[in-house]
């Protein structure tokens, strides 16, 4: 079975401040991990992928995340926010095949002017 | 056009109705889910399909149940209707692939009285 965590249901920060959006998870095998953002009014889409083919991920927007085994840990970073990020971000992850996603509570992303 | 549709968008019904949400995809794409997104929930899933003959029930299904009709349909019925079943429903497809992306409808959102 698998499971995530994301550490924070709100995270606030100033334009232009770095964003750090947290995410452990838990899975019996070496999993696939993603984000997916939502826009207000609007269906969640991809942010970025895991799969294993290196530790860093770069996605869409300027974001990214690094995979750490160690620590089961999969955060979403962004060095310099914008207003246009403001949306809820969720963690997911799977293990593949014909196995489910699950997906984490999700954090709402606030900048402020 | 969008590559997942969900109609209707918006729907309020009383208790007792029996309520039909459908979906539709052009990703050509084998596997459908049905979620229900509440506040500080996330998503959960409710059904899933792998392929036409494929139906499986999610972590939340009671309450609910599925019609795959066609490779590109997947609807999601709710007999009788009742108050906590009001969220945002969301239906997503996905290629067979390792770790394969899921792709949201923008959602239905649905008010139970």
């Known amino acids: 079975a698998q499971s995530v965590t994301q550490l924070g249901s709100h995270v606030s920060v100033s334009e232009g401040a770095l964003v750090l959006l947290r995410c452990n998870y838990s899975?019996?095998?070496?999993?696939?991990l993603f984000w997916y953002v939502q826009y207000p009014n609007q269906g969640l889409q991809l942010l970025l992928k895991?799969?294993?083919?290196?530790?860093l991920v770069k996605g869409i927007n300027g974001f990214e995340a690094e995979f750490k085994k160690s620590e089961t840990s999969f955060h979403l970073t962004k060095p310099s926010a914008h207003m246009s990020d403001a949306a809820e971000y969720f963690c997911?992850?799977?293990?593949?095949?014909?196995?489910?996603?699950?997906f984490g509570t999700g954090t709402k992303l606030q900048v402020i002017p | 056009d969008a590559d997942v549709t969900q109609t209707p968008r918006n729907r309020i019904t009383k208790t007792g109705k029996r309520i039909m949400l459908e979906c539709s995809q052009t990703k050509g794409h084998d596997r459908m889910y049905w979620y229900r997104q509440d506040p500080g929930l996330g998503l959960r899933l409710i059904y899933y399909s792998f392929d036409v003959k494929d139906i499986n029930k999610g972590e939340i299904s009671d309450g609910y149940s599925v019609s795959r009709q066609a490779q590109a349909k997947f609807s999601l019925s709710l007999e009788s209707a009742i108050p906590n079943q009001t969220a945002l429903y969301f239906c997503?497809?996905?290629?067979?692939?390792?770790?394969?992306?899921?792709?949201f409808g923008a959602g239905t959102r649905l008010s139970v009285l």
């Open positions: 997503a497809t996905s290629d067979g692939g390792a770790g394969g992306i899921q792709y």
């Open positions: 997911a992850v799977t293990p593949g095949g014909y196995q489910k996603v699950t």
């Open positions: 895991y799969t294993s083919a290196a530790t």
């Open positions: 899975s019996s095998v070496p999993p696939y």
